[in-house]
């Protein structure tokens, strides 16, 4: 694919029989990751059969986009779930999907390999459309840094260990409650996890 030339960090979509595309811009931070959500969340209310991300002009990943991809990845594999699949991803974008296992729950296709059926993208770049989300208030966009941070300690048990302080942070930031297992022992003693 020929990829939009980019104005920026940007998300861009298009639905063409039943299928929908996500060109991701530029750097792909958690400042992009309420606009995808957004397209992905209307593409799975569409009907769309198959999301396809495509990473050809992203530059870099964060951990909130990847854990955005994750969440997707994840959802795909419910009996109700849309598949999706990610696109001319350059090898270092790999690269930091594998380090926090979110390759393993998506399918990833280097540049010039498409998933079997999805031939002639052109319609798609064709019809891309800028996708702008409203302006997220600083407790929702703790949630969402939350969420997708949480989702990628369940894709990898290692990550837990990587994000343990982002986390504990960004649920004060949201006004969550803590959970139960993050409680200190009553009697201030450490216990080793089972």
Do not use: W
């Amino acid at each position: 694919m020929t990829a939009p030339r980019p104005t920026g960090n940007q998300i861009l979509a298009a639905t063409v029989d039943q299928c929908t595309m996500v060109a991701v811009l530029g750097a792909a931070t958690f400042r992009l990751a309420p606009s995808f959500r957004q397209a992905t969340q209307a593409a799975r209310l569409a009907g769309s059969a198959l999301i396809v991300i495509d990473m050809a002009a992203c530059t870099t990943l964060d951990s909130t986009f990847m854990g955005s991809l994750a969440s997707l990845g994840l959802a795909g594999q419910q009996p109700d779930g849309t598949p999706t699949v990610l696109i001319n991803l350059s090898s270092h974008l790999h690269g930091l999907l594998r380090g926090l296992g979110v390759d393993r729950i998506l399918k990833i296709y280097p540049a010039h390999s498409l998933p079997n059926g999805l031939g002639d993208l052109a319609p798609f770049v064709d019809n891309l459309q800028p996708i702008e989300s409203l302006p997220q208030a600083p407790q929702d966009m703790a949630i969402l840094m939350y969420d997708a941070h949480e989702t990628l300690t369940r894709v990898e048990p290692e990550n837990m260990q990587r994000f343990q302080n982002v986390l504990t942070f960004l649920r004060q930031e949201a006004g969550l409650p803590s959970p139960p297992s993050a409680a200190p022992p009553a009697n201030g003693e450490s216990h080793a996890a089972s």
